[in-house]
C-alpha cells in the first residue's frame, strides 16, 4: 500500500513565525512531490512542487527534499494568519506493485492555524 | 493553471436517486481527473478521464457506479448512482498540467450530502 503520511495537526504558529510542515512518503522511487493549500469549504490550491533533493524557494514558500530519508517538507516564513489553511502533500507514487504508472497520491493534510 | 467550472456546487439528495456532476474547463485538456474527498480523509482518486476513450476507474470504483462522460476536450461529467448517505462527500473535478500530467488544477467542487 503506497502511502503518503502527514501530522494532522492543528499547528498553530504566531503571526511572523516560521511554519514548518512535514510529509513522509513509502515509495522510494518517487520523483515528483507537491504542496497544495486548501482553504475551508474550498478546493485544493497547487503552491510548490519539487524534483529534485534541497530546497526550492518561492518567496515565502520553501518546499525541502531530501529523497534518501523520503522526506519532503514545506516551510512557511513570515507567517500570515491568511495561510491558516490545510496543507496537502502529495507524491506521484507508482500504481500497485512495479509497473510504469503513476498515480498522484495525497496525504490527509496538515491544518495550520496563524494567530495574530 | 485553468479555469474549471465546476456545478453544481452543492445537492441534497434522497437515497436512490442519481446526481451528475459537471466540469467545464476554459481550455482543451487531454487528461482529466475526478476525485472524492471525505471528512478527514486524504484525496481519493475516482477515475481519470480520456477524450474519446473509455475512463479508468481506481480499485474501489466501479464504472456502474460512478459512470463518467468525456464528450470533448473541455467538458467531462460524473454521475453518482443510486446513491446511499456513504455516497456524502466532496467531489473534484481536476486538470492535469505539465509533463506526465501530474500538476493538477482543481475545480471548486461539489458537496453532495446524501439522506
Known amino acids: 500500500q503506497k502511502e503518503v503520511e502527514q501530522n494532522s495537526g492543528p499547528l498553530s504558529v504566531p503571526e511572523g513565525a516560521i511554519a514548518s510542515l512535514n510529509c513522509t512518503y513509502s515509495?522510494?522511487?518517487?520523483?515528483?512531490f507537491f504542496w497544495y493549500r486548501q482553504y475551508s469549504g474550498k478546493s485544493p490550491e497547487l503552491i510548490m512542487s519539487?524534483?529534485?533533493?534541497g530546497d526550492k524557494e518561492d518567496g515565502r514558500f520553501t518546499a525541502q527534499l531530501n529523497k534518501a530519508s523520503q522526506y519532503v517538507s514545506l516551510l512557511i516564513r513570515d507567517s500570515q494568519p491568511s495561510d491558516s489553511a490545510t496543507y496537502l502533500c502529495?507524491?506521484?507514487?507508482?500504481?500497485?506493485?512495479?509497473?510504469?504508472?503513476?498515480?498522484?497520491?495525497f496525504g490527509k493534510g496538515t491544518l495550520l492555524t496563524v494567530n495574530p | 493553471s485553468a479555469v474549471i467550472s465546476q456545478k453544481p456546487s452543492r445537492d441534497i439528495c434522497q437515497r436512490g436517486t442519481s446526481l451528475t456532476i459537471q466540469c467545464q474547463v476554459d481550455s482543451q485538456v487531454t487528461m482529466m481527473f475526478w476525485y472524492r474527498q471525505q471528512p478527514g480523509q486524504s484525496l481519493t482518486l475516482i477515475a481519470t478521464a480520456n477524450q474519446g476513450s473509455e475512463a479508468t476507474y481506481e480499485s474501489g470504483f466501479v464504472i456502474d457506479k460512478f459512470p463518467i462522460s468525456r464528450p470533448n476536450l473541455t467538458f467531462s461529467t460524473l454521475t453518482v448512482s443510486n446513491m446511499s448517505p456513504e455516497d456524502s462527500s466532496i467531489y473534484l473535478c481536476?486538470?492535469?498540467?505539465?509533463?506526465?500530467?501530474?500538476?493538477?488544477?482543481f475545480g471548486s467542487g461539489t458537496q453532495l450530502s446524501v439522506l
Open positions: 519539487i524534483y529534485s533533493n
Open positions: 515509495d522510494r522511487v518517487s520523483q515528483s
Open positions: 502529495a507524491v506521484n507514487m507508482r500504481a500497485g506493485s512495479g509497473g510504469s504508472n503513476y498515480k498522484l497520491t
Open positions: 481536476s486538470v492535469g498540467r505539465g509533463q506526465g500530467y501530474e500538476k493538477l488544477f
